[in-house]
């Protein structure tokens, strides 16, 4: 079936004129759709749902279209009192009234508006902007806090469910292909050591769940700072993208997993290690952004363990990297051999970096809390 036709089954006026390929994104294969009529014009996003990573897509869509209604009802009550106008994309219905399209293939397609002029950056952009990440992170978990879990599928069991990925680390240990991969790098084993010494500290968050001290809530599940729209007039964040992983789950790893990603202005593919530093500073606007809308749901348990979160989070990257890597690069793309154990000494590095700082993160955590 060709592209075109599969983007004029959806519900958009005007006649399709266009379609270009986006060529960021990992999972996805992504297009965005121009259609005119006599006086306007549409841009839609386009999407085919990657079947290896989501294998039940219609639950992912059945997850967006719960979290989008109840966003939406939830942006439209507040509106008049709102310092800016908030958006989430909404989803685009087939003209026969359906959510996702299926071609004659089996392949699951979805359009979904497109979020206009506004930007996404790779990396913090300065203070400001930290700020602006955190707020609309914030936002979107006081806007989704009173939705009910149990009406979301859990579309990635074992996602940032960290005692699983220790669990499947050791079960690659004892593979021939990790003995071999251990037994040819000193490096693999000084992060095999690295790894042992934090084996106690993994179930921190998941324990704090069963003994009740954390509840279960909705997650974003991907809230890295590209994911995070800034309006390109006024400078401030506008929304969240990217809701194929919203699920339940704790809020802590959005939190930990934001904070990793924007606080590491060296990125993942660094290979100088001593450029890999948690920036405190870009914390700092992170957490006062985050906390001027999560003071609505946050309880003191929850702020108990947001300095855990981070320091987990990041250490859960970098343990899958370096699974994959001790497994033969099975699940992340690499150009190199070696490139996930690169990344595993990355975020291990930065695990460290925040360890070293504990002190100042609390701090900040306290504070910007009050």
């Known amino acids: 079936m060709e592209l075109a036709q599969i983007a004029e089954q959806f519900n958009v ?12 994104g990992n999972v996805n294969d992504t297009y965005i759709a121009f259609f005119r009529t006599h006086f306007s014009e549409e841009r839609v996003v386009l999407q085919k749902i990657n079947r290896r990573v989501f294998t039940r897509p219609e639950w992912i869509m059945a997850n967006m279209r719960v979290v989008t209604d109840h966003v939406h009802r939830r942006l439209k009550e507040e509106e008049d009192t709102a ?38 950056y790779d990396c913090a952009q300065g203070a400001e902007h930290a700020r602006e990440v955190g707020m609309v992170l914030g936002q979107f978990h006081r806007l989704i806090s009173d939705l009910d879990p149990h009406l979301l599928r859990d579309t990635l069991p074992g996602f940032h469910v960290t005692p699983k990925y220790l669990e499947k680390y050791d079960a690659t240990l ?18 095999s050591r690295f ?56 809020i802590h790893y959005d939190f930990g997993d934001a904070l990793r990603s924007i606080c590491n202005s060296a990125g993942e593919e660094i290979e100088i ?38 320091r987990l989070i990041t250490f ?41 700082r504990e002190k100042m993160i609390r701090n900040v955590l306290r504070s910007a809390s009050n």
């Not at 006026?13 to 960021?24: C, P, W």
């Not at 004892?174 to 992060?191: C, D, F, H, M, V």
């Not at 695990?351 to 070293?356: G, L, P």
């Open 273 to 310: 290690l001593n450029q890999v530093i948690f920036d405190v500073d870009l914390c700092e606007s992170f957490v006062k952004g985050y906390m001027g809308p999560a003071r609505d749901f946050m309880t003191d348990l929850d702020r108990h363990y947001l300095y855990d979160s981070i």
């Open 195 to 250: 790894v042992e010494e934090r084996r106690t500290f993994v179930n921190v968050l998941e324990s704090a769940l069963k003994r009740g001290d954390l509840s279960l809530r909705n997650i974003h599940g991907d809230p890295k700072v590209n994911n995070i729209m800034i309006d390109n007039l006024s400078g401030k964040g506008t929304c969240i993208v990217d809701l194929d992983t919203v699920k339940p789950g704790l």
């Open 316 to 356: 859960e990257l970098g343990l899958r990297f370096f699974q994959d890597f001790l497994a033969g690069n099975v699940y992340f793309k690499v150009r190199t051999e070696e490139q996930n154990l690169s990344r595993a000494r990355v975020q291990f590095r930065l695990c460290e970096s925040i360890e070293a």
């Open 13 to 24: 006026e005007g006649r399709l004129v266009t379609i270009q390929a986006i060529e960021s």
């Open 83 to 120: 310092d800016r106008i908030w958006q989430l994309p909404r989803v685009i219905p087939t003209k026969a009234g359906d959510d996702y399209f299926v071609d004659d293939i089996g392949e699951y397609w979805r359009a979904i508006t497109l979020i206009a002029s506004a930007t996404s």
């Open 174 to 191: 004892q593979t021939p292909e990790a003995a071999k991969r251990l037994a040819g790098s000193i490096e693999a084993r000084r992060l």
